[in-house]
């Protein structure tokens, strides 16, 4: 390497240590920060580095093994600082849904994490929304189905961090002190034998109950029909909401409101005269109709919390020490069974959420494998003396093989995989033998 090569990577390493991105973005111009990153990386002084082909390569292999979650989901996950890798995880999500990605870094405060979320279709996948100066982005749901978010940090950054990817309600519900666990007739209910369709979600309360604003917008009708009895529409946010059977109504038509304003009351005007009074509420969208509120409304909680404890393990080879391990789609017994996986099969754990681990085997392959199938000491079950004649490589992907007698060392069988065993030297080093 001569010394203006020298010279360019040690400015390059500089840079890219001394910065948290923020400056990037000032001297770039405003875009998607990941693409602006990437595309300084791959600019003419750097893109022949080889730590820049391999940031680059993670971030488009990380699309290749898709990390099923279900939401809400929360992992402790570590970064090798010396080595590009970025996660790529998927889940389905329904219109009306607040979508919440956060990067909350532990073990170091001064990396920079590019999130950046897609919507994902049969034609493939469109980015959609990114963080752009700090590592969270939010993201209300217009189109139900699957979403993916991708996290990477900058070269040479990483550490332990806690991945949080979360649902939040993104209205207020209509009944103060009330929430979607109140609902008790819900969107798409058969109504009169099955004639039609329930249009909304009904929720019981005593009448002159306080009937609010879900969002801050303008009332565009106050009236009277025979199905919804006293009525108000009200619009913001791109939809329309329509309250049926109050009691009293309490605004006027054109009037601009705030979310939580009272608008009227609860009653049982309408079709609803022989039941107990209640409030029909209903969400339309233009060219769309009627939407189901459910998930406007709903949150869910994390049920178990994972703590910096549970990071312990991170990064380690680890090994199936039962008969068959089952590994799944997603972190649970339910979830589906990707492969079984035979006593002694190694894997490298990537992340904790609960008691299970996200693990990646040695052919690139993602899943997850509940903590009480593994080992976590590698002892030797088998040993092969370096005069042996026999094939061995650096990493199991690698094509680039060599004797195992140029090493100079004894070599001890800790795991395997497939036909291959994982192999390591009397120094530590792990070889794979083919």
């Not at 493939?124 to 749901?141: C, E, H």
């Not at 666990?181 to 929720?203: C, L, N, Q, T």
């Not at 609960?354 to 040993?383: C, K, Q, T």
């Not at 065993?421 to 009397?426: G, V």
């Given at each position: 390497m001569?010394i203006?090569?020298i010279g360019?990577?040690?400015f390059l390493g ?10 990037f973005q000032?001297?770039?111009?405003p875009?998607?920060?990941y ?7 791959n ?6 580095a080889?730590?820049?082909?391999d940031w ?10 898709p990390?099923?979650?279900?939401l ?7 970064f090798e ?8 995880m998927e889940?389905?999500?329904k219109?009306g849904?607040i979508i919440s990605a956060e990067?909350?870094?532990i073990?170091?405060?001064d990396?920079?994490?590019f999130?950046?979320?897609y919507?994902?279709?049969n ?6 929304q990114f963080?752009k100066?700090t590592?969270?982005?939010?993201f209300?749901v217009k189109?139900t189905g699957k ?6 940090p900058?070269l040479?950054?990483g550490?332990?961090?806690e ?13 103060g002190?009330?929430?979607?666990r109140?609902i008790?007739?819900f969107f798409?209910?058969?109504?009169d034998?099955?004639?039609?369709r ?17 969002s ?9 029909n025979?199905?919804?009895g006293?009525i108000?529409?009200?619009?913001g946010?791109?939809y329309?909401?329509?309250y049926?059977h109050?009691?009293t109504?309490?605004?006027?038509t054109g ?14 005007t ?6 107990p009074?209640?409030l ?7 060219g769309?109709?009627?939407?189901d ?5 709903e949150e ?6 994972t ?9 380690k080879?680890?090994r ?8 799944r789609s997603?972190p649970?017994?339910?979830?589906e069974?990707?492969?079984k996986l ?15 681990y ?14 009480n ?13 370096e005069?042996?004649e ?5 990493n ?14 004894n070599?001890e069988?800790?795991g ?13 080093k ?5």
């Amino acid at each position: 390497m001569n010394i203006k090569s020298i010279g360019l990577f040690g400015f390059l390493g500089l840079i890219l240590l001394g910065c948290n991105g923020t400056n990037f973005q000032k001297i770039l111009g405003p875009s998607n920060p990941y693409e602006q990153y990437s595309n300084f990386l791959n600019s003419s002084e750097f893109e022949n580095a080889a730590i820049v082909r391999d940031w680059v390569n993670a971030g488009e292999r990380a699309f290749d093994s898709p990390v099923e979650i279900t939401l809400p989901y929360q992992e402790i996950s570590h970064f090798e600082k010396n080595q590009p890798k970025a996660i790529y995880m998927e889940f389905e999500a329904k219109e009306g849904q607040i979508i919440s990605a956060e990067v909350k870094q532990i073990s170091t405060k001064d990396a920079r994490f590019f999130l950046d979320l897609y919507e994902v279709s049969n034609s493939g996948r469109k980015n959609i929304q990114f963080a752009k100066d700090t590592s969270q982005l939010n993201f209300q749901v217009k189109n139900t189905g699957k979403y993916g978010v991708r996290i990477q940090p900058e070269l040479f950054r990483g550490g332990v961090v806690e991945l949080l990817v979360q649902q939040n309600p993104s209205l207020a519900f209509p009944i103060g002190g009330k929430n979607h666990r109140s609902i008790a007739s819900f969107f798409g209910d058969p109504r009169d034998g099955g004639r039609r369709r329930h249009e909304g979600v009904d929720v019981f309360a005593p009448r002159g109950t306080p009937v609010i604003a879900v969002s801050s917008g303008r009332v565009n009708r106050v009236g009277n029909n025979n199905l919804g009895g006293k009525i108000i529409n009200m619009s913001g946010g791109g939809y329309s909401y329509y309250y049926a059977h109050l009691d009293t109504q309490m605004v006027k038509t054109g009037q601009a409101v705030n979310i939580g304003d009272t608008l009227g009351t609860v009653g049982n005007t309408g079709n609803a005269i022989s039941t107990p009074p209640h409030l029909h509420f209903g969400i339309y969208r233009s060219g769309r109709g009627a939407v189901d509120p459910f998930p406007f409304f709903e949150e869910r909680r994390l049920s178990v919390v994972t703590t910096i404890g549970d990071s312990i393990n991170l990064g380690k080879v680890v090994r199936v020490k039962v008969p068959t391990a089952n590994l799944r789609s997603k972190p649970g017994t339910n979830a589906e069974i990707i492969q079984k996986l035979p006593n002694n099969t190694v894997a490298t754990i990537q992340g904790k959420t609960n008691d299970w681990y996200r693990v990646l085997l040695p052919d690139g392959r993602v899943g997850y494998l509940f903590e009480n199938l593994l080992a976590y000491e590698l002892s030797a079950f088998g040993s092969l003396e370096e005069k042996e004649e026999f094939m061995i490589r650096e990493n199991f992907a690698d094509n680039n093989n060599f004797e195992a007698s140029r090493l100079g060392e004894n070599l001890e069988v800790i795991g395997e995989f497939q036909d291959s065993r994982l192999l390591i030297t009397e120094s530590g080093k792990y070889y794979w033998a083919f």
